[in-house]
């Protein structure tokens, strides 16, 4: 039996995002909420999600001492009635804290990291372009294929050239002055 996968994200029916934050979280596909319309995603790979833990971690043990603020993993990100992406990271610095409810994060996050996974045009593009007209002031891109972290910041709404991390470096984020990663380390 052979599977067949979607070229492009498969997109369900327009929705605001009170309505979408409502949904049950689905186990089977991961749905976000771009420029109001419901959109299935493909589920991510075990390789994928084990580099996602990995950096979570590496990033928490950083943050954590410090009370610098929070780390959520796939959290809902509203940043207008439109848009609900769901990074795979998401950082909420301490003094923006306030913007993390029960089921949601209000507002552009300091920091979201999508690792690369057969949607890439979503993390390249569409939450690219997203994530800059909110105000996400970081954006990191990891492409695992390519073994690169590409690490973007806001400046004047736009997104200037990646500082482009290669995995076999030690990574040390402009966001956390001090933190060192081993990203090759990280991987499945």
């Not at 909420?92 to 690369?116: Q, S, T, Y």
């Not at 891109?141 to 990646?162: M, S």
Request: a positive charge.
């Amino acid at each position: 039996m052979s599977v067949v996968q979607a070229k492009k994200p498969l997109v369900l029916f327009p929705m605001t995002s009170d309505q979408f934050c409502a949904l049950p979280i689905s186990k089977t596909v991961k749905l976000e909420l771009l420029d109001g319309e419901v959109t299935a995603l493909t589920r991510p790979t075990c390789s994928h999600q084990y580099f996602v833990g990995q950096l979570a971690v590496a990033i928490f043990l950083w943050i954590k001492p410090s009370n610098r603020g929070r780390l959520l993993p796939d959290t809902l990100m509203t940043l207008d009635s439109h848009w609900t992406p769901t990074p795979d990271l998401a950082y909420i610095a301490r003094r923006h804290l306030k913007r993390v409810k029960e089921k949601r994060i209000e507002g552009p996050v300091d920091l979201a990291v999508e690792v690369l996974s057969s949607d890439p045009e979503v993390d390249r593009e569409t939450k690219f372009k997203a994530y800059a007209r909110f105000g996400v002031k970081w954006y990191w891109i990891v492409d695992l294929k390519q073994r690169v972290l590409g690490e973007y910041e806001l400046t004047n709404k736009t997104y200037g050239a990646p500082v482009l991390a290669a995995f076999d470096e030690p990574f040390q984020p402009r966001l956390f002055p001090g933190l060192v990663i081993d990203l090759a380390s990280l991987e499945w």
